[in-house]
């Protein structure tokens, strides 16, 4: 009597458009034949997402895996049939393979700047997520549409996971306005925030409190100049 093999279960998966699966382990086995003789092949039931050439099988032992290719562009779901044979008998098992549409990541709201010449903005907090994307996995890059002004080196960028930072260092005197464009991408799709960053000397700062508005009551400080006005007598102001 020759005993049928038998597949190990299979959790279903998902994956994202167009991305092929991480290996996928599982395990055969017959008590009446040496796992390296068993013979395990797959089927797709929806070729036109996944077709029966697109699903690799390696091992030769009782640990076997598989990794499965999409076809670009296409998504949805998909029952993969795995049968192992012993060249008399079959075993079986299936799983559900979805496969999700990719969304863009998202990068949060980042408000515009002043900062003086020969200093920077200090850190600028925002935030990057994706749905199908780790946190982690999401790469953040900025460039300056002034590249005179601030040049793409002079914009820092740190942090991990969804909390990220900019810091922008602006060379000595320059003064003047730039716009500066934030990208996040999950390597196909991405996202950009820009945000105006407005650079004064720092005469110019001081002077801003002059067009400020006091509260009733309270006292301004503003930096005066006294230029000495000599006249024909000799005598000065």
Same mark, same amino acid.
């Given at each position: 009597l020759d005993d049928s093999p038998v597949i190990s279960p299979i959790p279903d998966k998902s994956t994202t458009i167009g991305v092929a699966t991480a290996p @996928?382990?599982?395990?055969?086995?017959?008590?009446? =034949?040496?796992?390296?003789?068993?013979?395990?092949?797959?089927?797709?039931?929806?070729?036109?997402?996944?077709?029966?050439?697109?699903?690799?099988?390696?091992?030769?032992?009782? =640990?076997r895996s598989l990794v499965i290719a999409p076809v670009p562009a296409q998504s949805g779901t998909t029952t993969i049939l795995l049968t192992v044979s012993d060249g008399v008998s079959t075993g079986s098992q299936s799983f559900v393979l979805n496969v999700i549409p990719n969304s863009p990541p998202t990068i949060s709201e980042i408000s515009?700047?002043?900062? %003086?010449?020969?200093?920077? =903005?200090?850190? @600028?907090?925002?935030?990057?997520?994706?749905l199908e994307t780790s946190a982690n996995g999401l790469t953040v890059t900025a460039i300056s549409l002034d590249a005179e002004l601030i040049p793409a080196a002079n914009i820092l960028l740190s942090g991990t996971g969804s909390v990220?930072?900019?810091?922008?260092y602006v060379p000595p005197g320059k003064?003047?306005? =730039? %716009?500066?464009?934030?990208?996040?991408?999950?390597?196909?799709?991405?996202?950009?925030?820009?945000?105006?960053?407005?650079? /004064?000397?720092?005469a110019e700062r001081q002077?801003?409190?002059?067009?400020? /508005?006091?509260?009733?009551?309270?006292?301004? /400080?503003?930096?005066?100049?006294?230029?000495s006005l000599g006249n024909e007598n000799g005598l000065g102001f």
């Open positions: @996928i382990s599982f395990d055969v086995f017959d008590p009446d =034949t040496p796992s390296g003789s068993l013979t395990v092949t797959a089927q797709s039931s929806n070729t036109t997402l996944v077709p029966n050439a697109n699903i690799g099988i390696a091992g030769n032992g009782s =640990t515009d700047r002043v900062v %003086t010449s020969g200093t920077s =903005t200090g850190p @600028i907090p925002f935030s990057v997520n994706d990220r930072t900019a810091t922008v003064t003047g306005t =730039t %716009t500066l464009v934030v990208t996040v991408s999950d390597g196909s799709l991405s996202a950009c925030e820009s945000f105006v960053v407005n650079v /004064t000397s720092a002077l801003r409190v002059v067009g400020s /508005t006091a509260a009733a009551g309270s006292q301004v /400080t503003v930096p005066i100049e006294l230029v």
